[in-house]
């Protein structure tokens, strides 16, 4: 949005028009946005016209230096979070129970906000118990709530799940949403190669003729 105490902003072209300035009165300009990217970025306002002399600047010269134009660097928050997934045993048998631990981490030097992660536990896995470090967590839907996550600081999902059936399963966790940037990572694009996400492998191996093989 584009507030002007008084005249009128256009924002195509940046434009803002007084039809006059009352002397020893200061009009304002009040601009909310929304960064786009994680580059910093110089906000700008100079005179662009005026009928009258100033005596110590010149009217849409570009000149930095003048005093009637003044600049603002707008340099938004980065954060770096990433994520992993383990498991106390990757290659159990049917009917076996495993703990796999979620674990999320800002490694960045800001604190995260709006931080959610999704944790989807397939089928073939039924989960017994699902114990979030902080926020809430969705079993159904996979989705883990976190909230804030300081900097330097790192939060766990615990899930213990039955094994109900043969066969390779992925479990995957990626962060789905982030009030910040992050450094090296868009959340919820499904970029395995980003930190923000990971893929665990548990495989259960098929029984024949009392040998044990595992599925491809």
Same mark, same amino acid.
């Given at each position: 949005?584009?507030?002007?105490?008084?005249?009128?902003?256009?924002?195509?072209?940046?434009?803002w028009t007084?039809a006059?300035v009352?002397?020893?009165?200061?009009?304002?300009?009040?601009i909310?946005?929304?960064a786009?990217?994680a580059?910093?970025?110089?906000n700008?306002?100079?005179?662009?016209?005026v009928?009258?002399?100033?005596p110590?600047?010149i009217?849409g010269?570009?000149i &930095?230096g003048?005093?009637?134009?003044a600049s603002a660097v *707008? %340099?938004?928050?980065? /954060?770096d979070?990433?994520? =992993?997934?383990? !498991?106390?045993?990757a290659e159990?048998?049917?009917?076996d129970?495993?703990?796999?631990t979620f674990?999320t981490?800002?490694?960045?030097?800001?604190g995260?906000t709006?931080?959610?992660?999704r944790?989807?536990?397939?089928?073939?896995l039924t989960i017994?118990? &699902?114990v979030p470090?902080?926020g809430?967590?969705?079993? *159904? %839907?996979?989705?883990? /709530?976190?909230?804030?996550? =300081?900097?330097g !600081?790192?939060t766990t999902?615990v899930?213990?799940a039955?094994?109900?059936a043969?066969g390779?399963?992925?479990?995957?966790i990626?962060?789905?949403?982030?009030?910040?940037?992050?450094?090296?990572?868009?959340?919820g694009?499904?970029?395995?190669?980003?930190?923000?996400?990971?893929?665990?492998?548990?495989?259960a191996?098929r029984?024949?003729n009392?040998?044990?093989f595992?599925?491809?």
């Open positions: 949005s584009a507030d002007p105490s008084s005249g009128t902003y256009e924002p195509v072209t940046g434009l007084l006059t009352p002397n020893l009165t200061t009009p304002t300009l009040q909310v946005a929304v786009t990217s580059m910093s970025l110089t700008t306002a100079e005179v662009f016209s009928r009258q002399f100033d110590d600047s009217a010269n570009a &930095a003048e005093d009637d134009q *707008v %340099t938004p928050l980065v /954060v979070v990433k994520v =992993s997934a383990t !498991v106390d045993n159990p048998l049917e009917g129970v495993v703990t796999i674990t981490t800002n490694e960045g030097t800001v995260a709006g931080l959610v992660a944790a989807l536990v397939p089928a073939g017994l118990s &699902a470090g902080s809430v967590y969705d079993p *159904v %839907t996979g989705r883990w /709530v976190i909230g804030n996550l =300081s900097d !600081v790192s999902l899930v213990t039955r094994v109900d043969r390779v399963r992925e479990v995957p990626e962060v789905i949403e982030l009030d910040q940037f992050d450094v090296d990572s868009l959340p694009n499904n970029v395995e190669s980003e930190d923000d996400q990971e893929t665990l492998i548990i495989r191996p029984l024949l009392k040998r044990l595992l599925s491809r």
